[in-house]
């Protein structure tokens, strides 16, 4: 693995089920992040680790939950998905909280019918 | 509430200098960034500016007034690879990033 990976890369999904999009990074960093980007908007924050086991809630953490069991994982669960959560969603790292770069995963594309 | 405003779309020639503003309102203030997005990729990062000046990087070079609220992004010799987005982003008082919603700048022969 070299850097921060995504998976799936894309998903069609039916109304009411649940879905985990997976997030691997290999760089040893503390701080992680997911967002979505919907057209016409900015990124928008989820949810974030500021290092394992804490997580919170960033600006549109409603219908989404993750976990940070340790330093390379930080899964992002959609309990029962809707269509507004069509999207495209981006997982990133940071060394820390506050750094100033965070690197991106490739993304995944979305599609909940 | 907070809140970045960038151009929606910019188009320049191959060659020439563009210049992409943004202006910010944050709850605090811990920088600013820039990034840059091809189509169905993900964002990588350009520039971060804490203190007011340019900062210039190659081709590349970000501006801020931390009073004015304002950063702009300038791009020299521009290239066809240069078409993509960029995102403006700042971070505010709880090392959050507020993101606008991405300048896509389109490059002409």
């Known amino acids: 693995i070299a850097g921060i990976t995504q998976a799936p890369t894309s998903q069609i999904l039916a109304a009411g089920r649940r879905m985990t999009l997976r997030c691997t990074q290999d760089m040893r960093h503390n701080a992680m992040y997911w967002y979505r980007q919907d057209l016409g908007l900015g990124l928008r924050l989820i949810h974030y680790s500021n290092t394992a086991g804490t997580t919170g809630k960033g600006e549109v953490p409603d219908g989404y939950s993750v976990s940070r069991a340790n330093t390379d994982d930080f899964p992002l669960t959609l309990a029962s998905a809707v269509p507004s959560q069509t999207s495209v969603y981006f997982c990133a790292s940071s060394d820390s909280v506050g750094s100033n770069e965070q690197f991106f995963g490739p993304g995944t594309r979305l599609t909940v019918l | 509430g907070q809140n970045i405003d960038q151009p929606t779309e910019m188009t320049a020639t191959e060659g020439a200098i563009v210049q992409i503003n943004c202006t910010y309102q944050?709850?605090?203030?811990?920088?600013l960034f820039w990034y840059q997005q091809h189509a169905g990729e993900a964002p990588t990062f350009l520039s971060y500016?804490?203190l007011d000046g340019l900062e210039e990087k190659g081709r590349f070079s970000s501006f801020l007034s931390r009073s004015k609220g304002y950063s702009y992004l300038l791009l020299k010799e521009l290239q066809m690879k240069d078409s993509a987005s960029y995102l403006c982003?700042?971070?505010?008082?709880?090392?959050?990033?507020?993101w606008g919603a991405g300048t896509k700048l389109i490059i002409k022969p």
């Open positions: 500016n804490v």
């Open positions: 982003a700042a971070m505010d008082s709880n090392y959050q990033l507020i």
């Open positions: 944050t709850s605090g203030f811990n920088g």
